[in-house]
């Protein structure tokens, strides 16, 4: 009796310790909606996390999809268009009856549709007679800068320029916050735009009429794992609730709260409930570096580059000895290597999503650890190779083993070399780890990302800054082993 009671207790504990996983993609209101569904559950007395700024749509419906998250908010014309790819505007019915084989669910429209659109500076447009996206074929002299998702979605860009007969050829690829600068400074003329971003009306944007009605709704909706119901039954309750009570006005006040007030997307969240709706104060730098989110990106920043430094020296060294001793590989080794540096960090993040099927720490840490090879093995090559003749000689004379000559003479005399390698490896990773933050690994470019969202140069300064000033500190801690190694290494030779 005393162990099935233990038993049950256990299990009790361990479903009252799960967490609903929120996650959302890489612009303002996901993030804001985000924190909307994590608040409700957490009014239920539910334990919920937002992996915020996963990425696009394809990244974010692979972790749903995967079980690393369980539920995110989505459009019903993504949804359609882009994972179902279905024409036209079908129910909320239908697309929950397509989704079920997958194990997922769409449900509780939020009671708003963000459409795409293009836009234009309202003068420009006013200017130039342009009032619909048909006029634009009238102008082939536009510049377009337009998001890359955009760019890429079967509803984006190559049906639009379709559908319209436009002129264009292939848009610069421009950050959506990022995006509103270049148009305020008349670097492009054009660029799209969600129909709910707070930024149109400050940006005196005119947002062209869709007509030839190219676009489909996009309502918000939930689009989630169909288990969530019966693991998470207060949170969903409570989630529900939320069906109908975000109309228009209500989504572009709480993306103005994060975009042009200095809100966090937290407090943006909290107006739905009645949260101040002043504008804050703007955010300080010291503030946000030292935010309370800190400890956390900084522990997940030192795991991602010293978890994959360390499984790089562990296969990078022994690579490198094969190069040097077996001339023959030196060539292969050196080249694979090589092309697998010059691969961009996002097609490599997005190739490894796929074949793992999971988003976050895992496929991050293999990416890094595949780019920091190149330094060790080519470097721990060169100091191998680099050893004079005599030196080699004078170990056969002692009638070392081979084995022997490598431990005790060549890999100590190759340390200094194999250590800069060790270093530069390391510094680059440091770097190259923001970048993980795109494929919710976390660490200090969640900052960098979310400062993109925003256009705020202070968060984006948030993750730039500790990211380089934990590069230094990696840089002078290796230079400062390096020279006490050089004064160890020396004292034993006068010994000698």
Do not use: C
């Not at 268009?81 to 997922?104: C, M, Q, T």
């Not at 619909?132 to 002299?141: G, I, K, T, V, Y």
């Not at 934990?470 to 034993?492: D, P, S, T, Y």
Request: charged share 20%; no cysteine; hydrophobic share 50%.
């Amino acid at each position: 009796m005393r162990l099935a009671a233990a038993l049950l207790l256990a299990g009790a504990l361990g479903a009252q310790a799960e967490t609903l996983r929120v996650g959302s993609k890489r612009f303002t209101e996901s993030y804001v909606l985000g924190e909307v569904l994590v608040q409700a559950a957490r009014r239920a007395g539910a334990q919920a996390e937002h992996r915020q700024g996963l990425g696009n749509t394809g990244i974010v419906y692979a972790a749903l999809k995967a079980g690393e998250i369980d539920l995110y908010p989505e459009y019903t014309g993504t949804i359609a268009r882009e994972v179902l790819k279905l024409e036209g505007n079908p129910a909320l019915a239908e697309i929950d009856r397509r989704l079920a084989a997958e194990g997922l669910g769409v449900a509780v429209p939020l009671g708003f549709n963000n459409s795409y659109a293009l836009a234009l500076g309202e003068e420009h447009a006013a200017k130039l007679g342009i009032r619909r996206l048909s006029d634009l074929a009238r102008h082939p002299d536009l510049r377009l800068g337009l998001s890359q998702e955009f760019l890429g979605r079967a509803d984006g860009w190559p049906g639009l320029k379709a559908a319209y007969a436009l002129p264009f050829g292939a848009p610069q690829g421009l950050d959506h916050g990022l995006a509103y600068e270049a148009i305020a400074a008349r670097r492009i003329d054009v660029m799209d735009i969600y129909t709910t971003d707070a930024k149109i009306e400050r940006y005196a944007l005119r947002a062209l009429e869709d007509d030839r009605k190219y676009f489909p709704r996009y309502d918000a909706v939930l689009l989630y794992r169909r288990d969530v119901a019966k693991r998470f039954p207060a949170a969903w309750q409570q989630i529900r609730k939320l069906e109908g009570r975000i109309d228009e006005a209500r989504m572009i006040r709480m993306n103005a709260a994060a975009e042009l007030h200095g809100r966090s997307f937290t407090e943006a969240a909290a107006l739905l409930e009645g949260g101040a709706g002043r504008p804050g104060a703007p955010r300080s730098f010291w503030g946000t570096l030292f935010g309370p989110d800190f400890l956390r990106l900084t522990g997940q920043h030192l795991v991602l580059v010293f978890a994959s430094l360390a499984a790089s020296v562990a296969l990078g060294v022994p690579l490198g000895v094969a190069a040097a001793k077996q001339r023959w590989l030196a060539q292969p080794i050196l080249g694979v290597v090589g092309v697998i540096q010059t691969i961009p960090s996002l097609a490599l993040f997005a190739f490894l999503i796929a074949l793992l099927g999971t988003i976050g720490t895992v496929p991050a840490l293999i990416a890094l650890f595949l780019y920091a090879l190149l330094p060790i093995v080519r470097n721990t090559h060169a100091g191998l190779e680099g050893i004079g003749l005599g030196m080699r000689q004078a170990a056969l004379a002692l009638g070392l083993s081979a084995r022997e000559r490598l431990a005790r003479i060549e890999l100590p005399l190759a340390a200094p070399s194999i250590l800069a390698g060790v270093k530069t490896s390391a510094v680059i990773n440091v770097g190259t780890a923001t970048i993980a933050a795109f494929i919710g690994a976390g660490g200090y470019g969640e900052r960098i990302v979310a400062g993109l969202a925003l256009n705020d140069n202070v968060v984006l300064l948030a993750g730039a800054v500790p990211a380089a000033a934990l590069a230094l500190l990696v840089q002078g801690a290796f230079e400062l082993g390096e020279r006490r190694f050089g004064w160890m290494r020396r004292a034993r030779a006068r010994s000698a």
